[in-house]
């Protein structure tokens, strides 16, 4: 299922989820450790300038085998997360005064089911000291944002807003539109979608 949930940071003193992430690849790199992510939600967006707030939630959908040559490596399920990569989030959660599941893998489970075709070809890889984070292509999150949106609230979600941020293009909404359709083929789920793609084509 995808669909997992963007808290919002409560106060303007909040850390941005790029200065976390960064003390993460700092504490792997002083520990001579290094792994490997690729992230999808609200933070892939943020991190590509497409949306601008605050945020306490790193969607892992990925991990990378061989983490100090990321470009070059396939990527698996983010489960388990690397033991050294757990050490170093709880202690950002605690030093950031951050939740114990700020970065979490639970959009992992979208394996069971399929990434979108051409997936791993189009992700964009920053290094963080011994963190690479390999982020999601705008077109994969377009797919992954419209899953969200028909699998929560619909137009009322976050997940819908960060949609229309993301500037789909008729050939991509109905790219992500066919995609979307085989995750789930009940005729509810059919009925949320047309709603959803709906309000984008009149909101965008």
Do not use: C
């Not at 990569?85 to 489970?109: G, H, K, Q, Y």
């Not at 964009?124 to 000291?129: A, D, P, S, T």
């Amino acid at each position: 299922m995808m669909g997992g949930s963007t808290p919002e940071a409560s106060s303007h003193d909040a850390p941005t989820i790029l200065q976390a992430l960064k003390a993460v690849g700092e504490l792997l790199a002083a520990e001579g450790e290094a792994a490997g992510i690729v992230i999808v939600g609200g933070t892939a967006l943020i991190l590509q300038g497409f949306v601008e707030r605050l945020t306490e939630d790193v969607d892992v959908i990925a991990i990378t085998h061989e983490p100090r040559d990321a470009s070059g490596s396939r990527i698996g399920r983010a489960e388990p997360l690397p033991q050294p990569l757990t050490r170093a989030i709880a202690r950002v959660a605690r030093d950031f005064n951050l939740p114990e599941t700020w970065m979490n893998s639970t959009v992992t489970a979208q394996w069971d089911q399929g990434l979108p075709p051409g997936f791993e070809e189009r992700i964009h890889w920053q290094k963080h000291g011994g963190l690479v984070v390999g982020v999601a292509h705008r077109r994969d999150l377009i797919f992954l944002k419209l899953y969200a949106a028909v699998d929560s609230e619909g137009p009322e979600s976050v997940h819908y807003q960060d949609l229309l941020a993301l500037r789909p293009s008729h050939e991509e909404l109905e790219g992500a539109a066919t995609w979307v359709r085989a995750q789930d083929t009940s005729v509810e789920f059919a009925s949320m979608l047309d709603e959803v793609v709906s309000h984008v084509r009149r909101d965008r």
